[in-house]
């Protein structure tokens, strides 16, 4: 058995659902990124949303790799640098897990979990990744 306040309690960490008008059905919007508030600090522009997603899309992983790459040189200059770089261009998302991520290895160099601060930061990219495309404007 299973508890279900908890199991609605995690659900609704993932996915919140808001009411439209009239009855209309419910939306989604995820906690991974928050497309409202994006919508808003871009003031509604659709062109500028689309350039930032592709130069996110095409700069992120990269960025990942760098990090993967300089731990194994114990190259602090250049994980810090790209966990910096990664926490803006999640920023604008308001991805605010990866966020948190990115911010855990810019501020945690040298520190033990370190790794697990980077598969977290990969995890929650690939999420922001899939939940980016899914994204209809």
């Not at 659709?46 to 350039?51: C, N």
């Not at 592709?54 to 966990?83: G, S, V, Y």
């Not at 926490?87 to 966020?99: E, L």
Request: aromatic share 6%.
């Amino acid at each position: 058995p299973f508890n279900t306040k908890t199991l609605w309690r995690e659900l609704n960490n993932v996915v919140k659902i808001i009411p439209n008008k009239a009855g209309a059905p419910p939306t989604m919007q995820s906690a991974i990124a928050d497309f409202k508030e994006v919508r808003q600090t871009l003031d509604n522009n659709r062109q500028l949303f689309d350039e930032i997603v592709c130069i996110f899309l095409r700069d992120a992983m990269p960025c990942l790799q760098r990090i993967k790459t300089a731990m194994t040189e114990n190259d602090t200059n250049t994980i810090r640098h790209n966990a910096h770089k990664l926490n803006g261009m999640v920023s604008v998302f308001a991805a605010k897990r990866t966020m948190r991520a990115a911010t855990l290895i810019e501020q945690g160099i040298g520190q033990p979990e370190l790794t697990d601060a980077v598969a977290e930061l990969e995890a929650s990219l690939l999420e922001l990744q899939d939940c980016i495309h899914a994204y209809k404007w």
